[in-house]
């Protein structure tokens, strides 16, 4: 319920959040990321750690399917985010380049004030 709140009440800022399981390996990778940058992006980002396991509401709406998803939104809309893959609705795996991730939601943050 508190993502929920956060997607739809916050104005300024993207809403960074990493769907998958505490325990994964790759969530574990993508958390460490996340978690060191969330400093460096608290001006124009907030970012959750959803386990889907304990909070399975988000499954069916988001096609969380991967062991490990980042999603982006900005005033209560999904952002779609295009990285070559073929998927732009998500990340569904780690990033392990702080600067990277950085870089990402900071594009992410731009495009969508605009």
């Given amino acids: ?7 739809v009440n916050e104005e ?8 998958g399981h505490d325990h ?3 969530c574990m ?8 940058i969330a400093e460096s992006v608290k001006n124009f980002a907030v970012i959750y750690l959803v386990d889907i396991s304990e909070v399975p509401d988000f499954n069916t709406m988001y096609e969380l399917y991967d062991p490990c998803t980042t ?4 005033r209560n809309k999904h952002i779609m985010i295009d990285l070559g ?4 609705n998500k990340i569904n795996w780690a990033l392990n380049n ?3 991730m950085i870089d990402i939601i900071e594009v ?3 495009g969508a004030k605009k």
């Fill in 98 to 100: 702080k600067q990277e």
């Fill in 108 to 110: 992410v943050y731009r």
């Fill in 24 to 26: 994964d390996s790759t």
């Fill in 29 to 36: 990778q993508m958390d460490e990321v996340l978690s060191s």
């Fill in 85 to 88: 893959t073929g998927n732009n």
């Fill in 12 to 19: 300024d800022k993207v809403v960074v959040i990493r769907f």
């Fill in 71 to 74: 999603m982006f939104f900005f």
């Fill in 1 to 7: 319920w508190a993502v929920d709140q956060a997607i």
